[in-house]
């Protein structure tokens, strides 16, 4: 008697189709026409030109663990700047002088850290500045900001300057802190409309979401934008505040920053799902992916997403693609990545790219006229370097004020409009506040 054949169960491929392909190819060949209504496609827009996929495996030699690519193109040429849809000449210029600024800016902070000038550590956003700027000019200058410790592109847009961030780090008396922090956690919800970096990733979202609310509950539809990382977007706070959002139509952008490496981790050993865009579908909202070092995908998904969240449309999920060319803050020295990934990315670098585009395809500034932009970034930097390095550490009293709230020191008020009793509805239309016999916390 002949032996059965053994069949062998084939694994799960990560290879991923929409649902409805899906369905289509688990029906039988008979039923061609597919039923109405009970199926459900969804689209992810992808504004890049090209798609990078890489496959890493971990090697464990002696006690220590590094990574190989196993797999992926790493000769790949690097594709032109996608042409905005919105942005004019003179504001590609003044993205890239802020790129530019936050690039220039950063390499000081490592030379003063290295001259042991700042306390404690330095967190870069090498190859993420088109990401920063590009997205933080999308938004209008009364609406909000929740940077987290990369974007220091996005606090310079809107309008901290190098030495406010450069003190900051260095402890002294003219930070925005004064001196009681001595890393990123700043903002300024008075004049600039930034709400701090709060260290407990994903705490940002809700906040932003509950700042929206409120200037909804004041009569304006507004956009709010944060930031999160690709592992810090599977905390549970994440998943909260952005269900929040999407529930209560709110104008959350959240930008998504996948640099590849949550730490020390590769993006594949994070998370199951091809793209993290594809998480926003769970939210029943938009999800976008954007080249992270191409400043034009950059703004026009953001600009896009902040004109659905003025409208009253609800939130975005943008997920940013590029690579962090520095370790998770300066006291790492990213051993633990390839070095070809590192070289694949280098040739990506956003400036170089934006400047080869704005000088030598659209010929919109002269040679002569992008080193006269490049020497006026490197002066403003150099002033700003000196009254940092100038000015003095805090005293030691100062520390105990500022602590608690005092009777008088400030006054809340609203900023848009005092709430009254209608409130805008969802698509943007007044509609009625709640009725006496409905719960507050009805807040549509």
Excluded at 36 to 51: H, M, P, V
Excluded at 108 to 137: H, M, R
Excluded at 343 to 365: F, G, T
Aim: hydrophobic fraction near 35%; proline fraction near 6%; charged fraction near 25%.
């Amino acid at each position: 008697m002949a032996k059965k054949k053994s069949v062998r169960t084939p694994k799960p491929s990560r290879t991923r189709t929409s649902s409805r392909s899906q369905a289509k190819s688990q029906q039988p060949a008979a039923k061609s026409p597919e039923p109405s209504g009970d199926l459900r496609a969804y689209t992810i827009r992808d504004y890049r030109l090209e798609k990078p996929s890489f496959t890493l495996r971990q090697v464990r030699t002696g006690d220590g663990v590094h990574y190989e690519v196993v797999s992926g193109d790493l000769s790949e040429p690097v594709p032109p700047i996608r042409e905005s849809k919105y942005l004019s000449r003179k504001q590609c210029i003044e993205i890239y002088r802020w790129m530019l600024l936050n690039r220039r800016m950063e390499t000081a902070l490592e030379n003063l850290y290295k001259q042991g000038q700042v306390v404690g550590g330095v967190y870069f956003g090498l190859g993420q500045e088109a990401c920063s700027c590009a997205s933080a000019y999308a938004l209008r200058e009364d609406e909000w900001l929740g940077p987290m410790i990369r974007n220091q592109g996005a606090l310079l847009v809107r309008g901290f300057s190098p030495a406010d961030i450069m003190m900051q780090y260095m402890a002294k008396a003219g930070s925005p802190t004064k001196g009681r922090d001595a890393s990123s956690h700043f903002g300024d919800i008075e004049k600039r409309n930034v709400v701090a970096p709060i260290s407990t990733l994903g705490d940002l979202i809700p906040v932003l979401a509950g700042v929206a609310l409120g200037a909804r509950l004041q009569g304006k539809h507004i956009a709010v934008m944060t930031y999160i990382g690709d592992g810090g977007q599977s905390t549970g706070v994440t998943y909260e505040g952005l269900n929040f959002a999407a529930v209560q139509n709110l104008g959350l952008v959240l930008i998504v920053e996948n640099n590849l490496w949550g730490y020390s981790t590769p993006a594949d050993m994070q998370f199951r799902v091809k793209d993290l865009a594809e998480r926003a579908i769970a939210y029943g909202i938009p999800g976008v992916i954007v080249d992270g070092t191409d400043a034009c995908q950059v703004y026009d998904a953001c600009h896009e997403a902040c004109e659905r969240a003025r409208r009253g449309e609800g939130p975005t999920l943008i997920e940013a693609k590029m690579m962090r060319m520095k370790g998770h803050a300066i006291h790492d020295a990213a051993e633990y990545v390839p070095k070809p990934l590192f070289e694949y990315w280098e040739k990506r670098d956003p400036i170089a790219r934006l400047e080869d585009y704005l000088v030598n395809k659209k010929k919109w500034l002269a040679p002569a006229e992008n080193e006269k932009l490049i020497a006026g970034v490197e002066r403003e930097l150099e002033a700003d370097r000196e009254v940092a390095v100038n000015s003095p550490m805090p005293s030691p009293e100062s520390a105990a004020g500022g602590v608690y709230c005092e009777a008088g020191c400030h006054e809340i008020k609203p900023k848009y409009a005092m709430p009254g009793s209608r409130t805008i509805g969802e698509r943007g239309g007044k509609s009625s506040g709640p009725k006496r016999s409905e719960a507050a916390v009805h807040l549509k």
